[in-house]
């Protein structure tokens, strides 16, 4: 059917397990939107709550979809063309709902172990092909306890040869996709 990103700013944690909002960067803007696009994903959603935070990203937006940055990169501006800026989680469910027909699957990533709402990445692939799927990403230090309890599913965390394990959220969003929808 089809799958959709989402990247929240908010409900999420900082180093300290407080909830709090998270500011937009520049290259979550574009390099996950090239991620997405490379992936097939339907749409883009960027969500942030405060409308200061929107009209900055809207600035950013723009530079790269008109005049000189569009001129010096346009395939960022052509992957641009489908992201989506929100206040809230609920128009980004309402928004995939308007366009597939179908309530979507809301599926969380975190770097967190959770317990029995894991989904196998190919069960993942699987559920793309027949409904509308969310990938849900989260900023800061990921998103908090009570958004991921709220959501149908969550995927496995990624994890390398060592402990550590600190994603930018943009490798994460690189790294599932191709997981998910890579040949």
């Keep these: 059917m089809s799958l959709f990103v989402a990247l929240l700013h908010a409900p999420v944690i900082d180093r300290h397990g407080m ?42 937006v723009g530079h790269w979809k008109t005049g000189y940055g569009k001129t010096a990169h346009p395939s960022r501006s052509e992957a641009l063309d489908f992201l989506q800026l929100c206040s809230e989680f609920s128009e980004v469910e309402s928004t995939v709902e ?35 799927v969310i990938l849900v990403f989260g900023t800061g230090y990921g998103l908090t306890e009570e958004f991921l309890d709220s959501l149908d599913y969550l995927l496995p965390p990624i994890s390398g040869p060592t402990d550590f394990n600190h994603l930018s959220v943009r490798s994460a969003v690189a790294i599932y996709l191709d997981r998910l929808r890579g040949r």
């Design 19 to 60: 909830r709090i909002t998270a500011s937009v960067t520049n290259l979550d803007l574009q390099d996950i939107a090239r991620s997405s696009k490379t992936f097939g994903a339907e749409r883009y959603f960027v969500v942030h709550p405060s409308p200061d935070e929107q009209a900055l990203n809207r600035r950013i």
């Design 98 to 132: 308007e366009l597939s027909g179908k309530k979507p699957l809301r599926i969380g990533t975190t770097a967190r172990l959770q317990g029995s709402k894991i989904l196998s990445i190919s069960d993942c692939r699987a559920k793309i092909e027949t409904e509308p």
